[in-house]
């Protein structure tokens, strides 16, 4: 069975017909699914389809795009929200300089908050980095000391990999894996250490070859399982077993 790390099942475009997206899910062999916030109120959504799911868990987090309007009071709401029981992890957080370079210090400022408030409560985090790779390895070794975590969908070098390993960071891939025109994330999975890969859709964004183009969704993680069985010349299984006891062992044990 697979685990979907990383998905946004609060979205609207599932709004409907929700249910029958994480039954499909359920079918296809998906143990869990955990559901990112990206503000508070998709937070607070995360939570509420946590509670109506088995299979789904959530985090809570503010999407470095939503820095701007993050004050001290949401951090207080956010580490509220954060001690649900269907909580596993404080995301998504992190550096996007793709989509803004006009205010790097807010969004750094935010990203180090959200980090205090998961070492804090023993949380692992989930990490949005766009053409931000140096800040953030700048921020992992300071402020990101005792923080637990993964690099969701990542597109570092190979180098920057070993460097995150090192520190004990996992990994995310997902659809962009299996694109014709994937830059580095495929030489990675080739030689990385497996012990450090999780699954995920980041959904309903980016999914894989075949569904590319089309609404993703949690189902849909066996496609990029398949390319990193073939990618390292393995089983199908033994993809899935070793990465679901990544997901199980960093968000699942405490
Ligand atoms: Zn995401």
Request: glycine share 6%.
């Amino acid at each position: 069975m697979l685990v979907d790390t990383h998905a946004h099942l609060d979205d609207k475009q599932y709004d409907a017909d929700r249910d029958e997206v994480i039954k499909r899910a359920a079918a296809d062999d998906v143990k869990f699914i955990i559901n990112m916030g990206a503000d508070i109120a998709s937070s607070r959504k995360a939570l509420v389809v946590a509670d109506n799911y088995d299979i789904v868990y959530a985090a809570v987090g503010i999407h470095p795009e939503e820095a701007d309007g993050m004050t001290s009071k949401d951090d207080y709401i956010l580490s509220e929200l954060a001690e649900g029981k269907k909580i596993l992890a404080i995301g998504e957080i992190g550096l996007d300089y793709h989509f803004r370079m006009d205010n790097k210090e807010k969004q750094k400022n935010v990203f180090v908050r959200q980090l205090d408030i998961a070492r804090q409560l023993h949380l692992p985090v989930s990490i949005h980095a766009r053409d931000a790779h140096g800040d953030l390895m700048q921020i992992l070794k300071k402020e990101g000391r005792g923080v637990r975590g993964t690099i969701h969908c990542y597109s570092g070098s190979m180098e920057m990999a070993r460097e995150l390993f090192k520190m004990g960071w996992y990994i995310g891939a997902d659809g962009p894996l299996t694109f014709k025109n994937a830059a580095k994330l495929p030489e990675v999975v080739q030689k990385m250490p497996l012990e450090r890969l999780l699954l995920e859709t980041d959904c309903p964004y980016l999914a894989p070859v075949p569904k590319r183009g089309k609404r993703n969704e949690p189902a849909f993680v066996k496609y990029t399982a398949q390319k990193v069985a073939e990618l390292r010349n393995i089983a199908y299984e033994e993809v899935s077993r070793i990465t679901t006891a990544n997901a199980e062992t960093l968000f699942l044990e405490r």
